[in-house]
Every structure is written in C-alpha cells, then in structure tokens.
C-alpha cells in the first residue's frame, strides 16, 4: 500500500421562516436553534480564511475494504497560505511537503519520491480551505449529519459530496468543534469503501513556522519520480 495512494487519495444559508415562540411569549428563554449545514461551513470557512497557518499533530487511519487491511500512521502537520504544507510520519519517516508549486511524496522505505505540480494533483478540496484555496460552499454539497449517532456529540458533522467529480474521493465528513468551529477529523470515503481519516490534535494557528519547513530534499539514493 502505497504512501502516495493514501495521501492523495485524501488532496459551508437558509433563513428559516418566522413562527410565532410560544415560549418567548410566556417569558422563558428560547431554546437555541441548531445552525445549518450552510451555517456551520461557513463559520468553519470565516476561521481558517483569518488564519495565516495552522499547525497539529495528527492520526491517520485507511482502511481497504476489498482486503479488509488497515493502516495507522501518525505525526504532525503545518499548513501555511498560500498552498504550503508539511506532513512529517514519525513511525515511518514519511515525508510530504508542498511549497505552494510543487507537492513531493517521500517514501523511506522503498526510497522513493513523488514529485508533481499542485495544480496537476489529486490534493482535494477537503483541505483546500486550510491552505488559502478552496470554498467549502462552493466546492461541495452539504449535509449535516448526526453527531450523536456518529460519536462526536458536541461538535457538528458535514457530509460533502464534490460538486464535481474527482477520482480521489467520492465524500468527505468534516467533524468540527462547536465551540472554535476547527476541523478536527476529516474522513474520505472513495468509490470502493475505502476510508481515509485524520484526526489534527493539539492545534494551533498563526504561530512561528520553522524556517526551511516546506523545503525538502530526500537522502542521497533516492529514486524521483515525476509524471
């Protein structure tokens, strides 16, 4: 199972009518109404658009429903505007970084490099919005599904469908934190069953990024492979 199959295959309203509160009327306080699929996107939209750069460790799960196998990684993540990111797997050394022009996906152990223009790869729109590209709205068809049925009471979760279609994922599920409206989990589910999710820990925004982050050069020996 490929380093690049599994990352590339992962690369927000309606004004209800007035009715008549019976419970304002009687003096009591209104319960308060849950916020639309619409609503939420765009709360998580107006975050990240004011945010320079985000940083988080993360968890990465894929699953390949046709082998029944599972995959577990872990590291940390920096994305900084416009279209840089930087993806460091501390169980495997992995590496995938994108100064903004160029993504390159390192694989230690087959030694190995994937190197391709961002504008020609599969980096989906589910995390467009983090790096300064993308709209939630404009990008996908939302729903808002239960959280309590999918284990995240107390935050919202968006089902997204690409307005078009894209061989890397055919929905996403944005699990957002309703107090911040962050993104903490994102999950891809592809056309056959599998499912691709990370969940960002400890995350932070605006803060100092290291210099030289989104620069990487792979160890000498290295086999690079461009399209």
Do not use: C
């Amino acid at each position: 199972m490929k380093l690049q199959h599994v990352f590339l295959s992962l690369s927000l309203a309606l004004v209800a009518p007035l009715s008549f509160d019976t419970a304002a009327a009687q003096g009591k306080p209104a319960a308060k109404s849950e916020p639309s699929a619409n609503e939420v996107a765009e709360s998580v939209q107006k975050f990240y658009d004011k945010t320079k750069n985000f940083k988080a460790g993360f968890k990465q799960r894929y699953q390949v429903k046709a082998y029944n196998k599972r995959k577990d990684s872990a590291g940390s993540v920096i994305f900084e505007k416009p279209g840089k990111m930087s993806w460091r797997y501390t169980n495997n050394g992995n590496r995938v970084v994108s100064d903004g022009k160029v993504i390159k996906v390192y694989e230690a152990e087959n030694k190995q490099m994937y190197e391709q223009p961002m504008d020609k790869s599969q980096y989906p729109a589910a995390l467009a919005f983090l790096v300064g590209g993308g709209n939630l709205k404009k990008s996908f068809k939302l729903r808002k599904l239960s959280a309590k049925d999918l284990q995240f009471e107390g935050g919202y979760v968006l089902e997204g469908v690409p307005k078009e279609a894209t061989p890397a994922y055919q929905k996403i599920l944005l699990y957002v934190d309703s107090g911040t409206y962050q993104v903490r989990r994102v999950l891809l589910l592809d056309a056959q069953g599998n499912r691709n999710r990370f969940d960002f820990v400890t995350p932070s925004v605006n803060e100092k990024i290291p210099d030289g982050e989104f620069d990487f050069k792979p160890p000498s020996g290295t086999q690079v492979i461009k399209p």
